[in-house]
Nanobody, 122 residues
Framework: QVQLVESGGGLVQAGGSLRLSCAAS????????MGWFRQAPGKDREFAAV????????YYADSVKGRFTISKDNAKNAVYLQMNSLKPEDTAVYYC???????????????WGQGTQVTVSS
C-alpha cells in the first residue's frame, strides 16, 4: 500500500521559515519525480515545486522561486520543502505527490499525501 505522509506544517509569522517533510512507503522514490502542491482557502490547488527522480532537475512556480527549496533523499525515501521568507499568501494546505513524469501538472501525479497545514500570520 502506497502512502505519502507530510509533516512539518504549522503556524509561523511572516518572514519566518518552515521545513516540510514527506515520507513515502510502498513505493521507491528514486523511480518518481516528486512534487509539492498547495491549496489556499477558497482556491484551487496549485503547483509549487517539483524535483526529478535523481534530484538533478528542479522547477519552481514563480510565486515561490527564490524562497522555497525542494530536495530529495532517495536513501531515506523522503522529499522536503524548505520554505523561507514566508508570506501570508503562502497560507495553504501543502501536499506532496509522486509522478513518473517530471511535471507541474496535477493530473500527471499518481499518488498524493493527505496534506499538512501551513499558516503564515502577518
Amino acid at each position: 500500500q502506497v502512502q505519502l505522509v507530510e509533516s512539518g506544517g504549522g503556524l509561523v509569522q511572516a518572514g519566518g521559515s518552515l521545513r516540510l517533510s514527506c515520507a513515502a512507503s510502498g513505493l521507491t522514490l528514486s523511480r518518481y519525480a516528486m512534487g509539492w502542491f498547495r491549496q489556499a482557502p477558497g482556491k484551487d490547488r496549485e503547483f509549487a515545486a517539483v524535483i526529478g527522480r535523481n534530484g538533478d532537475v528542479i522547477y519552481y512556480a514563480d510565486s515561490v522561486k527564490g524562497r522555497f527549496t525542494i530536495s530529495k533523499d532517495n536513501a531515506k525515501n523522503a522529499v522536503y520543502l524548505q520554505m523561507n521568507s514566508l508570506k501570508p499568501e503562502d497560507t495553504a494546505v501543502y501536499y506532496c505527490a509522486a509522478s513518473f513524469r517530471f511535471s507541474s501538472t496535477q493530473g500527471n501525479y499518481d499518488y498524493w499525501g493527505q496534506g499538512t497545514q501551513v499558516t503564515v500570520s502577518s
